[in-house]
């Protein structure tokens, strides 16, 4: 590998759990590649995060949907992108996954 950011072909999404899914990420660190987890959110849930001197509130919708300003989302990214004007990681951006905000508003 080239560069420190793995190409699209090196990436690999883990789906399952247990020790097939933990040896499948040990190898994969192993071979000096990042593990994609992906981030299951219960329908119901109520994502909130401060920003830009406000209060934003999602919430998770049965079919993995997200409802943000009375409209239907598919992705958390496109959510976080409408908020802040930059392109985010919406799982981040909300706190789901390490690295924060990339920044405070």
């Known amino acids: 590998m080239t560069s ?20 499948a990420a040990e190898i994969l660190v192993a071979a000096g590649l ?9 329908p ?4 909130l995060r ?3 001197g406000r209060a934003w509130r999602v919430d998770v919708i049965a079919d993995g949907s997200f409802e943000w300003d009375g409209r239907r ?5 496109a959510i ?3 908020i802040t004007g930059t392109s ?8 789901l996954r390490g690295g ?4 405070a508003a």
């Open 34 to 42: 990042r593990p994609t987890v992906p981030i299951k959110i219960k």
């Open 4 to 23: 420190e950011r793995p190409t699209i072909s090196e990436r690999i999404v883990i789906v399952g759990a247990g020790p097939a899914g933990v040896r």
């Open 50 to 52: 401060d920003w830009g």
């Open 88 to 95: 985010r990681n919406g799982p981040a951006f909300f706190g």
């Open 44 to 47: 119901g849930a109520t994502l």
């Open 100 to 103: 924060g905000s990339h920044g």
């Open 73 to 77: 989302w598919r992705s958390l990214s």
């Open 80 to 82: 976080a992108r409408e």
